[in-house]
């Protein structure tokens, strides 16, 4: 079975582009374009992994990563951060928040296939 | 005695005036008819009333009210008119005089001209009221343009986050399409794609140099130094170079010198440094030619990394200032951008205590190298002693304290340390691996204790929610720096290695 990545994005051509990416390297891609939708969608399709936007309206990418975290049966979902944000501050506390790695926006094809892969593997 | 007590009151510079009880002048010296203007003919005789102005006429009868009751009156600073109608500032003692029985017969009154002691320091305090104002403006400006720089900043930082999504927009979408994952594409569309992703690519590397620039300014940018090995750092910087390398058609090659040591940098600072240097490489390189990426040993025993191309090189002329801000490097006419690349490569290496050099021949190629410490405290140390040097900065104090964590790992207190401290901070740890030993420059005298509350403050700012952290910090030792440069880097060093090896 093919593994599932979900996308959580509140940009939909992002979001939509980043699900691109992981179906031509043979994943299944499902999207969202919330926090909340994307907690929804966790649970419901129980992905292999999670790409994860930051700077989103309401719940942000950090808040999504800590109720992640905080759900027992969610938890240990691997998550990516892919981030407009370039800080060293915001690559911190997404690793602190449990992120396995960080992607700043505009990212390459290869180098976000590279990532899902080393985690995936 | 009687003849010498005359001579001293008639050869007095000051007035020595004597009047009855009733402040009749009954005696009248040189001193007098120099400040006051009467002849003694003239005053003895006179009430002494006759000096004083109109205004103050009520301080005669209440001076001779206190001497009539045996009190003395000490610099009682006042006014008095000369006869020419001047007034001058002058400064009384006035104390009874007595019979051989203690009685009280008369008045002696002795009058300083003080006007012009008064003349300065109505001027000094015109000068420092003018002072004031001056500073008061100066502090209003001063808030102003930072207020105007932060705003800037700001500015440029907004600006950079939100061009980055619709950059990675145009160029995704422009790379599914090149790569064939919308369809097939004909020769002349998947070239025409390959230029908007390579300019899309130049326009977010401008974005990122903006924002760095703009953070190497502010001083805001963060330095996170600690052990690591070049292999990591060349490994780390591959997936940002695979894009340029695919589109062109240079030879990319990569040489470790065997053995080479650990050094102490930031990692993530040495990569965009060695990303830096080696697209442009990339870009000024013809077609077919190599690009090699190399690390050794240097000359000094510090570790050396460079670039070197086969390229069109630089011209002697433009060497000397190829590393200043909105410099480009060559003349290429398709690659265009701010010139801040070099720049701010030469500020990261220097965040790194390191050195960036270039060498060029031209139609030859160039080298672009800089060096790092070994992860050894001499190396390190001796770096931070460079860059304060190179910098020139100004004079202020050197400090090394020792800073211990409680209910906290010594790991996280360092990452916490690397993420709030100044960037030109030294953060290494001790040998017992229980404490942390931060080295730091500043050139306000008091700032140690302040610089520690800021500290525990941002890390408030950076992760609220967490609680502050506890650390204990000692200030081991101060010296004033750059006068005693040569004398506090031996002391320093013995005082490191002291708390390396005794901790």
């Not at chain 1, 992002?14 to 179906?23: D, M």
């Not at chain 1, 990418?61 to 060293?88: H, N, Q, T, Y």
């Not at chain 2, 005789?45 to 009539?68: H, T, V, W």
Request: negative net charge; glycine residues 8%; contains cysteine.
């Amino acid at each position: 079975m093919r593994e599932k990545i979900l996308v959580i994005d509140d940009d939909h051509d992002l979001a939509r582009l980043t699900a691109i990416w992981v179906k031509s390297a043979g994943y299944e891609a499902v999207t969202a374009h919330d926090g909340e939708t994307g907690l929804n969608a966790a649970k419901l399709h129980r992905p292999n992994l999670i790409l994860l936007d930051i700077m989103m309206p309401n719940l942000d990418g950090f808040g999504v990563s800590r109720r992640l975290k905080d759900d027992p049966e969610l938890a240990c979902i691997p998550i990516i951060f892919l981030s407009a944000k370039v800080e060293e501050t915001a690559r911190r506390e997404a690793l602190t928040a449990g992120a396995r790695y960080f992607l700043s926006k505009p990212y390459e094809g290869n180098e976000l296939i590279a990532a899902i892969e080393s985690i995936l593997a | 005695m009687q003849s010498r007590l005359a001579a001293i009151v008639s050869s007095s510079y000051d007035a020595i005036i004597g009047t009855t009880l009733d402040g009749i002048i009954t005696c009248w010296n040189a001193g007098a008819e120099r400040i006051f203007g009467y002849d003694s003919a003239a005053a003895i005789g006179n009430p002494i009333s006759m000096m004083a102005p109109a205004d103050l006429a009520f301080e005669g009868p209440a001076i001779l009210e206190k001497i009539r009751q045996d009190q003395r009156v000490d610099h009682h600073e006042t006014v008095r008119v000369r006869k020419d109608g001047r007034t001058i500032d002058v400064a009384l003692t006035v104390s009874p005089i007595k019979d051989s029985a203690g009685n009280i017969i008369g008045v002696s009154q002795i009058a300083q001209d003080i006007s012009e002691r008064k003349c300065v320091e109505v001027a000094m305090l015109a000068n420092r009221r003018a002072l004031e104002v001056a500073n008061q403006a100066l502090a209003e400006k001063n808030e102003q343009l930072s207020g105007l720089y932060q705003t800037a900043q700001r500015f440029v930082d907004d600006v950079s986050h939100e061009f980055r999504t619709p950059l990675s927009v145009i160029k995704g979408y422009s790379e599914i399409m090149r790569r064939g994952l919308a369809g097939p594409l004909s020769q002349e569309q998947t070239d025409f794609t390959q230029l908007i992703i390579e300019r899309t690519r130049d326009l977010a590397q401008m974005v990122d140099d903006l924002l760095d620039t703009s953070k190497l300014r502010a001083g805001s940018l963060r330095v996170d130094r600690k052990p690591c090995d070049v292999a990591t750092i060349f490994k780390a910087v591959r997936p940002s170079l695979e894009g340029r390398l695919a589109g062109s058609k240079i030879q990319w090659q990569e040489r470790i010198e065997a053995g080479l040591p650990l050094v102490f940098a930031d990692a993530e600072k040495a990569s965009r440094v060695i990303v830096n240097l080696a697209v442009n490489a990339i870009k000024f390189s013809p077609e077919g030619s190599q690009v090699v990426l190399w690390a050794r040993v240097g000359r000094l025993g510090e570790v050396e990394i460079g670039v070197t191309d086969e390229g069109m090189g630089i011209a002697p002329e433009n060497l000397a200032s190829i590393f200043e801000r909105f410099r480009q490097v060559g003349n290429a006419p398709t690659t265009k951008g701010f010139g801040l690349g070099l720049n701010i490569a030469k500020e990261l290496v220097s965040l790194n205590l390191g050195r960036i050099s270039v060498s060029s021949e031209e139609k030859k190629g160039s080298t672009f190298s800089f060096t790092l410490p070994v992860d050894e405290t001499w190396a390190i140390v001796g770096g931070l002693f460079g860059h304060l040097e190179e910098r020139r900065t100004p004079a202020g104090r050197l400090a090394l304290l020792l800073v211990t964590p409680h209910e906290a790992s010594v790991e996280e207190l360092r990452r916490h340390l690397a993420c709030s401290a100044h960037p030109g901070d030294l953060i290494l740890t001790s040998a017992d691996g229980q404490s942390l030993v931060l080295l730091g420059y500043s050139t306000k005298p008091d700032c140690w204790h302040k610089r520690l509350v800021e500290m525990g403050s941002k890390q408030q700012q950076y992760h609220p929610s967490q609680k502050p952290w506890a650390f204990v910090a000692e200030l081991v030792e101060t010296w004033a720096y750059p006068e005693e440069c040569e004398a506090a880097g031996a002391a320093m060093l013995e005082h490191i290695s002291g708390v390396r090896v005794n901790a």
